[in-house]
């Protein structure tokens, strides 16, 4: 084994979407950042246009990662039966484990919350049982990197039509193109009174920072995007922080523990990377740095917390309150499928998402918070035959080829991230017997959501067929949500700010309480994760951390 | 070869009613044979066994029925045959490891995975499911990306 030391301002863990950002932002602000990632620096075509195994469609596998056996979790389910998972089962509750993570390979909804998503105790008390609290900032406090984010990575919105937010700019590309089922659908709001707008997407729908536009291909979600116009932190944030020539990016890295002295004091990270470039072998490494930033996502970062405990901090970094790994959350997605009217002209392009409602995100009677909704992504013919034709359709034989031939383009559908009422029960623990290639304890995933939030997704499904129905969809067909965890792509919360150390794990910027050099910058901080996809979020969080950690140094 | 020459007859005749030709072709011209052949020698090679089992079990079933091998029946005693096990109407013991709907539907799944997926993956030749229903990538021929 060998050691290398060195010396670095600041070193990222994770060159996902919070850890890209932060490291665009450092380095350009002078700081000598080293960002370690564990997977691998992807070009588009290292990335198979797999139809069977993507990032909306893993069934054998996905388009990402690179050592799937390498990386098992435990999950648990409620029953208490736990069993090792892999990346591309939803046990596992993967996002993407590669430069630019989840946004090399997302959808591209890049919502701001909801001004009442920050204070959700305020608006409707916590309800027994639950973890649900306010956040340590507000709106406001977001606001200004909320706009950064729209900027520097590149949201298409337009800004006269998204009220529920208050905003100072326009959005820098103008919205996706409106859809014959957009239109449609437009209709069927007007219908019921309810508001309906384009939703912002972080996709260029003209040319921005020297990338091409969009060419409404059908192969969108879960895919790499073959003219690049799918903006994340790989192609905006962490090139110009390569670009300042500050910024050493490792791939294949995989930190295993944050070293801290006896004060407390993060000092560095221990982790393990290949011992050249194309080296199956890897060798254990050390480095050091001032500022130490997690941004591995809800779940490993977590992990990784856990997994750096020392004798000052026997129960891991930041768990003096045992909040470390708990309330974690993703979105419940009641989903509501249809047909459009007989002979409707649907040209199905990408990406596919084009009018939303906030109709429902708050006020809603009986419920705590709720969704946004929107139309889906352009949808391959295998996600249509598995979960969209109708129930009644045979499964098999001549009349199942009909239907989809007849119906394929006549599919529609609804869903809505449901704002979840967490449960400290929902909740990122170190496996105790299963272990990583590195010998490293894995995630063990167990509990479920609350109960509330239960509730309110089955109010926003039927708020969702009322939309379908009210359109004059043919059909209009769901399935009930039952009680369960959820995280997966979505994942937050297991690290949530919070003013005062007793009831969370860092401040209100994201600093580790108790470690005054040690932040995090991914879901991980979120407190709740509002009633909408939550990416935009993370990013203007690591804005604003990393914009703090660059005035101090 | 996961599976014994019977055993592919009889995948290859139940393949051909789960999803049959008409106009536009089925499962067996796109190749989705092939696709599952592949599929159980890799991603599912651990469903090999169980897999060959249940096709074992379908020509005893209709054996027991119809005194002949699965694939030699017409295609509407074929039929009739598919729709009972999917409910676990079965006429022979099957094994504990394998109940008969869970094999024709996890047949059912293969088939369709593979004849409407890329074509790359081998069970859709040509794209053709893809022409059948309207679909295509509009993928540019020289990406832009990086
Ligand atoms: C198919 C898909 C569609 C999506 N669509 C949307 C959408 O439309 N809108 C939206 O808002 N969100 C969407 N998301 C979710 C969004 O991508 C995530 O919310 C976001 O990427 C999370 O950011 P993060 O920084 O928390 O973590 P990630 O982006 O997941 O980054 C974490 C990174 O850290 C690395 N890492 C983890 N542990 C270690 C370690 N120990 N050492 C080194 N590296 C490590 C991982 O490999 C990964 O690259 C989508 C995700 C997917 C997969
Ligand atoms: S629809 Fe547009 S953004 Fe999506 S992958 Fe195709 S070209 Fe890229």
Redesign the interface.
Known sequence: MNASHSIYDVIIVGAGLGGGIAAGVLAEAGQRVLVLERGRDL???DI?????RHHRLS???DNTTHDPAGHPRVFVDPQGGSRTVFPHEAEYHNNALTVGGGSRVWGMQAWRFHPDDFRMVTRYGRPAGSSLADWPITYADLAPYYERAEHEVGVAGDHTTTHYAPRERAFPLPPVPSTPTGAWLARGAAKLGWNAFTPPLAVNTAPYQGR?PC?????CIGF?????ARNGSHNTLLPRALATGRCTLITRAHVARVLTDTSGRAIGVEYFAPTAPDSAQTERRTAFATTIILAGGAIETARLLLLSNSPQHPHGLGNHSDHVGRHLQGHYYPVVSGLLPAGFENP???PGVSIATTQFNHGNPGVIGGAMLANDFVK???IF??SHLPPDIP????A???A??EL??RGIDLRGPVQEIPSPDSRVTLDPHVRDRFDLPVARLSGTTHPETVRTAEFIRARAEDWLRAAGAERVWSSAMDLRLSASQHQAGTARLAADPRDGVTDSFGRVHGHNNLWITDGSLHVTNGGFNPALTIMALAFRAAAKIAAAH | MPLSPTQLNALRALLD????A?E?P?ALASGTDKFILQ?LTH??AAEATTLAQGLTRLDAEANSCHGQRFAALPATAQ?AL?SAL?QNRTTTPWPATVSAAAFV?RL??L???GF???P??GGNRDAA??R?????????VR????
């Open positions: 070009r588009y075509r198979p246009g797999d139809h069977l069934l054998y596998g091409a060419v409404q291909c059908r192969q790499a995007c073959p003219t690049d199905n392009l990408g391959l013919p295998i035959w598995r499964r098999w034989g001549l199942n080829k009909k989809m031939r394929y383009l | 009613r789960l999803i049959p008409d536009y089925g599929l991603s599912c039929d598919i999917v539907n059912i799944d088939a369709a995975e409407y997926a890329d790359a993956n499911s893809w059948m229903i309207g679909y295509d990538p509009l993928l540019p990406p832009s990306a990086p």
